[in-house]
């Protein structure tokens, strides 16, 4: 049955290339998920792309037809120029667009992803105000990634650890520095690993409070997603800091990918630019140089699939992309 | 003598003008990159504003192409930027630099034309008489310049929601700037001026779009200079947005001296009076107008206010507290953007595709 | 007197230095005057704007008197000297306030600018009485009183620093206690004896160190903000000397080179003080400086550059940053780091005078 409906029904493509995580998404014409995966993409976000889309190949069992895709998060350029989208997308709306479909009385969302940590007002299934953490990133996973791996314990236990705690440590987040210095004295006299790892948990809930959701109406109902939503500790926190119970979706950490597939189902392109799922054959690679002829010296960059250069960009005088429309 | 100055929008074309035709050598530092802000971040402190690093840095770059002679504009209290010069001079001579220092005086005061006076009599000796001659038609070609640019740059905020073609606009101000930069009379100033004007009228336009009023306000550097604010103002135009902002080197230098058109004047004192519900005092630099423009800009239906403020500014953190509140009172949105030297471009990309988007929605819901 | 009404001051900002002066002038009105708590928790502190955290503690310390007091008192204090200016966030205070206590209290947040000329500050504090139904006449008497509390709490600074616990340095009616020993200390303050009596070779072990706190009232002598850094330098056997003890001639004098003025008065009394003490055979400096303070930020950079361009400065110099998310355990450590090296170079210097 699986299987006969995605050939005979419309099917989207979500991308969502975070800082740290590439999220795909494959949806239905009715909107359902169909599969989906979720990644770390250690610094090469290609890969993780063509790693991404064998993973839904496997969980679709077969290639499919793909009648629009759309890409999201800060590297949404890049994967764009990589799948060949039909639609790109700030992750602001993204998270936003797939909320409102899923709890359209939802009034805020709060996402804390990789690098960036954000909160989207919503009223009456609209966006009227959000903010996101622009110069710190105290208030987002990677600070607790990196604590993680300072303590020598894998992040999906963290959340759990945290829960544990009888009496949490106040640790000083303003920055990783900081909080190491602040976590390794701790340790030496004597704090239980579980009240160490509580005390990041509340730093992390402080920092984001006080950096992303400064001056923000924060009012129930309240959907907790991004990677994050998956830690416990976390989650605790927050819900008693803002005194309020959260809704986690179920695709929480793909939200974002959701958010994508289901613009691009809105907008639904006659024809879509995709560049098949052949691509993860597909040899793809960037190549960086820096420019000598002027004082800005940018890095440009060049994206390159099957050794043709199919996309250029970093040239703030726009000498290598021009060159490549024409 | 070698003269620099900082960067500061397209300032560096009209005080090259200025010294271009009194025949004063002059170098103009690199365009503010990367590495001038590395320059500036590595010689300050994490709480020193943005403006203070990128101009440090820019005075760094000039003296080690061979500058002895640095001219900035001075200020006066009560925000930090007066005491710039103070700093940013020890700072200089500790890194073993050496130069000299002019003050232009933020005010035409006699004990500042007398301070000018002093700073200037070294300087004076190394001037021909013809220098010194020329220097009144140098300003004066200076200014002309600086009018040039702004009436460009103003058009192309019109145009450039319009575009066809993204990134086109922003090309062709480029080059319109590029023709005022050459000219040398003022005939071939005018010259410049109309030509860049049709260069950018002429371009493929969409006029069955009907773009979003955006007015950019906060602290003078983060709105004026794109290296600054990461191009702020062409990102929303090219997001379709008609960018508005009130601050300019011309309304800024006529408020100083006094000269201002009755209309500009009245603006500000407009703004100031409305930023009284909610502030009862001048807290300085632009805080005041800043949020007086907000509750106006809303009166006169515009769509959103993007509030600009280097990281730590003293005013203007008192301006993004109360313009939270402003938005809510006035049912205007607003985006407060903090600047510093992180790598923040593609963050403000994403905060202002959100930020528009979110004026859709408003748009589609009314 | 029948009590008119509760008057509430946050303990924050120039509480630290004025508050003697506020009490009595508005209990000799007749109202109750109420202080926030002082040794507010990390987690509870209002972040209303993203300022530095001496104004975030005065949002704090004002939302927590709202609910209990008829009136704040937030003076908006643009220049408490007859030149120079105060740090531009204080105009705004009041203001930022009435926003965050959403209009729920009265604020009394009279203007007070000295540079209008010598009456001023009495012609403001008169609008203040008359705002609180009082007449001029009630008005000067409470003023008058209000500085002779003022400066008779003023002459005994120095000796409250070094005897009180913190949290009772502005607790007027607690007195000074009775001098236990002044081995070593001999006031008033002997600052410029101390480096003619390097004689006095037996000082040197368990003699005091005298250090120069140097900063915003409030960073120096709210422990909110500087984790209690008094009681841990006392601990540490430090006696305690600040830029009170100058006079503003002594101040200006350290700045009559600068290229360009100065024009905000703690900016000046930081600066100057801080090389007043650098050159006067003090034992150690330490700057207290709040994070994302802008006459802070600016000032400690000018401070650096022009030691060094000076040629360095024997006597030490310690720098410290604070913010909501410093602690007490990495202060003690630079502290105590700090000490030792006070130590050590004093026993250098004493080892050169003995040599000679």
């Known amino acids: 049955m699986g299987a006969l409906q995605v050939l005979i029904m419309a099917n989207y493509l979500g991308i969502d290339v975070g800082s740290i995580t590439t999220k795909l998404v494959m949806l239905s014409e009715s909107g359902q998920v169909l599969a989906k995966t979720y990644l770390r993409n250690s610094g090469r976000p290609i890969e993780a792309i063509q790693q991404g889309m064998e993973d839904i190949l496997a969980q679709l069992g077969k290639t499919v037809p793909i009648d629009g895709v759309a890409t999201t998060g800060s590297a949404r350029h890049l994967a764009a120029y990589l799948v060949g989208a039909d639609l790109i997308k700030n992750e602001i709306t993204a998270h936003a667009i797939a909320v409102i479909d899923f709890l359209p009385e939802a009034k805020t969302i709060i996402e804390i992803g990789g690098q960036d940590s954000k909160v989207i007002v919503l009223r009456n299934g609209v966006v009227v105000d959000f903010a996101m953490n622009t110069v710190c990133a105290a208030g987002t996973g990677s600070f607790l990634d990196q604590q993680a791996a300072r303590l020598g314990i894998s992040i999906e236990a963290f959340g759990d650890l945290a829960l544990k705690a009888n009496h949490p440590v106040r640790i000083a987040g303003r920055c990783t520095v900081f909080a190491e210095t602040d976590m390794i004295h701790k340790q030496q006299i004597g704090h239980s690993v579980e009240d160490i790892v509580a005390g990041l948990c509340d730093s992390l809930v402080k920092n984001y409070l006080n950096n992303v959701c400064r001056g923000k109406e924060v009012l129930s109902p309240i959907v907790f997603q991004g990677g994050v939503a998956a830690n416990r500790g976390i989650h605790k926190a927050l819900e008693k800091e803002l005194e309020a119970s959260f809704i986690i979706p179920k695709h929480f950490d793909v939200m974002g990918a959701i958010g994508a597939a289901k613009l691009v189902k809105r907008a639904r392109p006659s024809e879509t630019k995709f560049r098949g799922f052949d691509l993860l054959r597909k040899s793809c690679s960037t190549r960086g140089f820096e420019c000598g002829e002027c004082e800005n010296q940018c890095e440009v960059i060049e994206l390159l699939v099957d050794h043709q250069v199919v996309a250029c960009w970093g040239d703030l005088c726009e000498r290598y992309r021009y060159a490549q429309k024409g | 003598m070698k003269v620099t100055f900082p960067h500061l929008g397209s300032m560096h074309i009209f005080c090259k003008a200025i010294a271009e035709t009194a025949g004063i050598p002059y170098i103009v530092p690199p365009e503010t990159s990367r590495k001038t802000l590395t320059l500036g971040v590595l010689h300050s402190n ?218 500009q004047a009245s603006e500000r004192v407009r703004f100031f009076e409305a930023s009284k519900a909610y502030l009862g005092y001048d807290v300085g630099a632009e805080c005041n107008v800043s949020i007086g423009e907000a509750i106006w800009r809303s009166k006169e239906g515009y769509d959103g206010v993007v509030h600009l403020m280097p990281f730590a500014c003293m005013p203007e953190t008192t301006a993004s507290g109360i313009l939270n509140k402003v938005g809510k009172d006035w049912d205007i949105p607003i985006l407060t953007l903090i600047l510093d030297e992180q790598e923040i471009e593609g963050r403000i990309q994403t905060l202002l595709e959100a930020f528009v988007e979110m004026l859709e929605w408003k748009r589609r819901a009314a | 007197m029948e009590e008119k009404g509760c008057l509430g001051i946050p303990r924050a900002l120039m509480f630290y230095r004025y508050f003697p002066f506020w009490r009595t002038f508005f209990e000799r009105l007749g109202w109750k005057v109420v202080v926030s708590d002082g040794t507010i928790r990390r987690e509870k502190i209002v972040f209303f704007e993203d300022s530095c955290l001496p104004m975030k503690l005065l949002v704090t310390h004002a939302v927590q008197l709202r609910e209990k007091v008829d009136h704040l008192f937030i003076p908006r204090l643009v220049s408490i000297h007859r030149t120079y200016i105060m740090c531009p966030k204080f105009r705004g205070a009041p203001d930022v306030v009435r926003l965050a206590t959403e209009g729920k209290v009265s604020v009394i947040d009279e203007t007070i600018d000295l540079r209008k000329g010598g009456l001023s500050l009495l012609q403001s504090f008169l609008k203040i009485g008359e705002k609180l139904g009082s007449t001029r006449q009630e008005g000067k008497k409470a003023f008058r009183e209000a500085e002779h509390s003022f400066n008779g709490f003023q002459r005994g600074w120095v000796d409250r620093i070094n005897q009180l616990p913190t949290r009772h340095l502005f607790e007027m009616d607690i007195p000074i206690p009775a001098q236990r020993s002044r081995q070593g200390c001999p006031e008033p303050y002997m600052v410029q004896g101390a480096t003619s009596s390097v004689e006095v070779g037996g000082k040197e072990i368990g003699a005091p160190l005298h250090v120069a706190l140097i900063g915003h009232p409030y960073n120096l002598f709210d422990a909110d903000i500087n984790k209690d850094i008094l009681s841990l330098a006392k601990n540490l056997g430090m006696k305690i000397l600040t830029s009170d003890l100058l006079t503003e001639k002594e101040i200006d004098q350290e700045l009559s080179d600068l290229s360009k003025e100065i024009y905000w008065s703690s900016g000046r009394e930081i600066v100057g003080s801080l090389f007043h003490f650098l050159s006067s055979g003090v034992d150690g400096v330490v700057f207290l400086t709040s994070f994302k303070c802008g006459i802070d930020a600016l000032l400690q950079e000018f401070i650096k550059r022009r030691l060094k361009v000076r040629g360095g400065s024997s006597i030490p110099l310690l720098i410290l940053s604070f913010d909501e998310h410093t602690g007490r355990e990495g202060l003690t450590t630079r502290l105590e780091a700090f000490r030792d090296v006070m130590e050590e170079q004093k026993r250098l210097q004493i080892a050169k005078c003995k040599r000679m």
């Open chain 2, 46 to 263: 994490e709480s020193i504003c943005l403006p203070f690093k990128i101009i440090l840095g820019n005075f760094i770059e000039a003296l080690q192409m061979g500058a002895d002679t640095i001219v900035m504009v001075g200020s006066g209290p009560p925000c930090r930027l007066g005491l710039y010069d103070l700093v940013q001079r020890v700072i200089l001579e500790e890194m073993g630099l050496h130069y000299r220092w002019l003050t232009i005086p933020p005010r035409l005061t006699w004990q500042a034309i007398w301070k000018n006076h002093e700073e200037t009599k070294e300087l004076r000796k190394e001037l021909s008489a013809k220098n010194i001659l020329l220097f009144p038609y140098g300003l004066w070609m200076g200014w002309k310049k600086m009018i040039a640019c702004e009436t460009l740059e103003q058009l192309a905020m019109k145009v450039r929601p319009m575009e066809s073609e993204k990134g086109e606009t922003q090309r062709r101000l480029k080059k319109a700037l590029s023709w005022v930069d050459e000219a040398k009379t003022p005939r071939a100033v005018e010259e410049a001026i109309r030509k860049g004007e049709s260069l950018l009228q002429d371009m493929k336009q969409d006029h069955s779009r009907i773009p979003f009023k955006v007015a950019i306000v906060g602290e003078l550097y983060t709105v004026m200079d794109p290296h600054i604010n990461r191009g702020v103002e062409q990102k929303l135009g090219e997001l379709g947005v008609e960018v508005t902002r009130t601050s300019w080197f011309s309304t800024h230098i006529l408020r100083t001296l006094r000269k201002n058109k009755a209309d």
